[in-house]
């Protein structure tokens, strides 16, 4: 029996997630009123109609009756159900579907206005809270289950990426050669990332000034306030802290290129410094004499075999945990979030369809003469994955795998190439961040000309490369920014708290434009070297 590919194992997983996380999301979440009938506390499902009106849901089966321990606790001292909930609106009591149905929870948001003391309070509850509420276990179980098998797949790819990348960048740069032919390959690496980068600032440039995703009525605005991510303050506030440094922050780049200490770099992730310790490392091995040069090569080759070996069988476990990923993502997110937000997602989203179904065709047949749709299709694995993962570097030993079977390219090119892409080449997030930047211009109504918007083209495309190895590394880039081009303090948290609503989801396309970039890059450089026979293995 011929064996499924795995992409095409990947892509199931993808689908089935994406059924069962918002099917158990859309089970629970909504607007809802808190009630007492005979004697227990029941959520009530209500909607709105064109004219602003609430009314409970028809069916009277869809009332959820809270847990035990959630009715003992609400009975007792029913204020504490809203310490954490924000009304939305007003149930008139004459539209209860049952006479007994009463209002037990006060509501300080409305005493101010003139209305019916037993109307109810309209609250929107995310998924986990009516869980929660309800006492559905079977929930949390599920979430808990997928988080644990996307937590194993995700911890076992990023065992691998430290050798993984040091191995490969020394092999690779060991194969280069000589000073010319290393300084040749890195200037056009170079020059491809910056030119692809540019590309993806611009086009995302263009996208928020033809829809103007910011310019909504002052209704739209309160609301985009009110959801504004309260779950990540600490997160945010860490981004903010590390703005704070701002340009000196950022230029630290350099000094994250030579750490005082290599291990230390390992443990902490910075793999700016390894990078750059592993071109040293390959580059003298070429200089060594010719006896201990081949016993050098021969350990580090054997070695990068080992650990594709040790990868290989990892990534073969890719569908059960791109599940595990994307299931409670979606189970916890949601579509919901993107109701408020919704056309600065959709902008965001065109961007990165645009650069990555036009763009990047276009420089792969241009100076590439490659069919894009043979290198999406040697690449879907890697993709499906880097949207899962929403992680270029725990992408990468499954980029590398793609781009060398799958595409045909050398590894010494990949292996040179790729790494130095995981770190520098963002595509998608610089876009992302050319975005955000003037939608909360729009939104915040800061002036902001041509000139201002070159700046941060500019600005876009340094901070996705400068931030890498920082925590909340686009979060910190976009302060940096924002700051620069003169936004008033109190509106930057914010603004960012606002963005952060739809980070996830946005995060997850975004890396797999960013993986697409460096995958585009290997095929580009390794023709522009000479190289033939790309993609012959997907023809076989």
Known sequence: MKKVPLHVQILVALVLAFFIGLAANLNFSGDYVFAQKENFFVLEPVEQDKNGNWSLSPDPNDSLTLSAESQGKYSTDPDSLIQELKSIGYLSSTTTKDANATSTVPDPEFTDREKNDSSLPVFTLSAPKVADLTGAGWFEFLAAACAFLGKLFLNGLKMVVIPLIMTSIICGVAKIGGERDFGRLGLKTMLFYGLTGMLAVCTGLICVNFIEPG?????????????????????????????????????????????????????????????????????????????????????????????????????????YGVFGLV??????????????????????????????????????????????????????????????????????????????????????????????????????????????????????????????????????????????????????????????????????????????????????????????????????????????????????
């Open 327 to 540: 299931t409670p993502t979606l189970m916890k997110v949601g579509l919901g979030t993107l109701s408020v937000m919704g056309t600065f997602a959709l902008t965001v989203a065109l961007g990165l369809l645009i650069h990555s179904l036009i763009v990047l065709p276009l420089l792969l047949r241009l100076f590439g003469k490659i069919n894009f749709i043979d290198h999406y299709r040697a690449m879907a694995p890697a993709l499906l994955t880097a949207f899962s993962t929403a992680s270029s570097a725990a992408t990468l030993p499954l980029t590398m795998k793609c781009v060398t079977n799958r595409a045909g390219v050398s590894k010494k090119i990949g292996s040179f190439t790729l790494p130095l892409g995981a770190t520098m080449n963002m595509d998608g997030t610089a876009l992302f961040e050319c975005v955000v930047v003037v939608f909360l211009a729009q939104l915040f109504g800061v002036e902001m000309g041509w000139v201002t918007q070159t700046t941060v083209v500019l600005m876009a495309l340094v901070t996705s490369i400068g931030v890498a190895g920082i925590p909340s590394a686009s979060l910190v880039a976009i302060i940096v920014i924002l700051q620069a081009v003169g936004f008033p303090e109190e509106s930057i948290a914010i603004g960012v708290g606002i963005v952060y609503v739809v980070d996830r989801i946005l995060d997850m396309a975004r890396t797999a434009v960013n993986v697409l970039g460096d995958s585009c890059a290997a095929a580009i450089i390794g023709k522009s070297e000479g190289e033939k026979g790309y993609y012959s293995s997907l023809r076989s």
């Open 215 to 319: 310019q909504v009525t002052e209704e739209l605005r309160g609301q985009m306030t009110d959801h504004q991510s309260a779950g990540h303050t600490d997160k945010i506030e860490g981004a903010l802290s590390q703005a704070d440094k701002g340009w000196a922050g950022i230029l630290e780049i350099f000094h994250r290129m030579v750490p005082a200490n290599l291990f230390k770099a390992a443990v902490e992730g910075q793999l700016l410094g390894l990078i750059f310790f592993s071109l040293l490392l390959g580059f003298f091995i070429t200089r060594l004499p010719e006896k201990a040069r081949s016993t050098q090569v021969g350990f580090w080759e054997s070695l990068n075999a080992l650990i594709l070996s040790i990868t290989n069988f990892i990534i073969s476990f890719a569908p």
